[in-house]
């Protein structure tokens, strides 16, 4: 009974501690990188505003206090991080509140931190550059305003060149006449109304291939010299053995072997196994009588068939 009655105290004092007396804060709206509003006519100094968001990705109805806010500034400034929020602002005096009023969700038309996105396709001697927008809110609003100033720069031994501009509407832009083997490096900023507009992107750097022709041409000219440096070496030591060729017989000359004299003795007494080695005097020999026999009994037969024609022609 107890704890029913301090339920619904609790609630009634929940319900009646913020009274909607207040008057809303007027035309909520995102201008640059900046929400702004106004006091509504009527209301005095002393009014705090209070704002929330909520994250683009979130689709429940939850919302989240902005923590550095809670004053009589009439403007905040809206950082990267909130890209695709939306907020809500209202008017706080003690108790007495006003209602919440909403503003847009923050797009690259309306908060001036967008970057174009930016993805580089390699390819010998060229880079593709494709750029894309964050959201269609700039294209939507300003059309034929939005450009892209991509530059793009060579890194040399850790240094940098001079950058080159290509400003362009296009989302694909062929960068031309790259030096192969070479690092080059990109960035992007819109460019609205043919000024600056939002934040300049990351860099994406590449090295540039080469093409397959030049990579042949390096091939053949490689061993071009290499044939020519071999064909080189050998005509020098082809002369140097002609010059020097006494020299040369000395030094080529097999050394001669010094037999130790207990060795020659150890050779000399027999013990040796010479008997052992297979010799093949017999068996050729044998072979040999073989061969002897066949073309003798050849020769007495074509001997005998020449008796037998000259007998049957006479
Ligand atoms: C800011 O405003 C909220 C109301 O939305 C209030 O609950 C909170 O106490 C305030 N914070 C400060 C520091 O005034
Ligand atoms: C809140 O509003 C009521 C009536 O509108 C007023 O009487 C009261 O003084 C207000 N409270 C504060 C703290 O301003
Ligand atoms: C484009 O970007 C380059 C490099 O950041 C800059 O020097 C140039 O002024 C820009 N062009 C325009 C029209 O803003
Ligand atoms: C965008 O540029 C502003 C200054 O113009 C800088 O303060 C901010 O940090 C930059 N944001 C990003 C995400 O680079």
Redesign the pocket.
């Known amino acids: 009974m107890i704890r029913q009655i301090c339920v619904g105290l609790v609630l009634t004092l929940l319900i009646n501690i913020e009274t909607l007396c207040l008057n809303p804060p007027q035309d909520v709206r995102i201008v640059r990188s900046n929400l702004q509003w106004k006091r509504p006519a009527d209301d005095d100094d002393s009014v705090l505003y ?1 704002l ?1 968001y909520k994250p683009g990705h979130n689709t429940g109805d939850e919302w989240y ?1 902005v923590t550095s806010h ?1 004053g009589t500034q009439l403007r905040f400034q809206i950082t990267p991080e909130f890209y695709g929020a939306v907020f809500r602002v209202r008017a ?1 005096q003690g108790i007495n509140v006003s209602e919440w009023q909403y503003s847009d969700s923050v797009n690259c038309a309306n908060a001036n931190f967008c970057v174009p996105l930016l993805k580089l396709s390699v390819k010998p001697e060229m880079v593709l550059v494709t750029m894309a927008h964050m959201d269609e809110s700039l294209e939507k609003e300003d059309g034929e305003h939005v450009e892209f100033n991509l530059s793009y720069w060579k890194v040399n031994n850790g240094g940098y060149l001079k950058p080159e501009s290509v400003i362009t509407k296009s989302k694909n832009e062929p960068i031309f006449q790259l030096e192969s083997g070479q690092k080059y490096c990109f960035q992007v900023q819109y460019l609205l109304y043919e000024k600056p507009y939002g934040n300049v992107s990351n860099q994406i750097c590449a090295i540039i291939p080469e093409t397959p022709e030049t990579i042949k041409s390096r091939h053949l000219l490689f061993s071009i010299f290499a044939s020519f440096l071999v064909t080189a070496m050998c005509g020098v030591c082809i002369f140097l053995l002609f010059k020097h060729h006494k020299k040369a017989k000395q030094l080529l000359q097999p050394l001669r072997l010094e037999i130790p004299h207990h060795y020659q003795e150890f050779f000399r007494s027999g013990e040796f196994p010479l008997q052992a080695c297979p010799s093949g005097s017999s068996q050729s020999l044998r072979s040999y009588d073989m061969i002897t026999v066949i073309e003798c009994s050849n020769l007495k037969q074509k001997g005998q068939e020449e008796e037998q024609e000259t007998t049957i022609s006479t």
């Open positions: 209070s929330q206090s809670n706080e």
